[in-house]
């Protein structure tokens, strides 16, 4: 199963393997004494008001070209895709290539 990832993904990024430092798995259990995660909480953070929508991390960054898009971001956790949406409409949009 591995292997056919691997083809996609270099179907849209050939020159990826010469790229790729690096490669780290984390568990749950690896998260919460790393990163301070209660019980490796995937949502990084609890999913209450105030843990949602403004009081996340914004895509953008004092950093230029650096954008984030975990869950840890606007408009929070979840399987909507919204912050790596929002950080990749900001790139497209901030892009001198599109």
């Known amino acids: 199963m591995r292997a056919s990832y691997e083809r996609m993904i ?4 050939p020159n990826i393997d010469g790229r790729i430092v690096n490669v ?11 990163f301070g995660l209660t019980d490796g909480n995937i949502f990084h953070g ?3 008001p105030d843990q949602l ?8 960054t004092p950093i230029s070209g650096l ?5 840890g971001t606007h408009p929070g956790g979840g399987v909507s895709g919204l912050p790596g ?10 892009s001198r290539m599109f």
């Open 24 to 34: 780290q798995g984390l568990f749950p259990v690896d998260l919460e004494p790393r």
């Open 10 to 13: 270099r179907k849209y990024a």
């Open 85 to 94: 949406f929002n950080a990749a409409r900001e790139i497209l949009k901030n």
């Open 67 to 71: 954008y984030l898009c975990g869950l």
């Open 53 to 60: 929508f403004f009081s996340r991390f914004s895509y953008k």
């Open 46 to 48: 609890d999913m209450t």
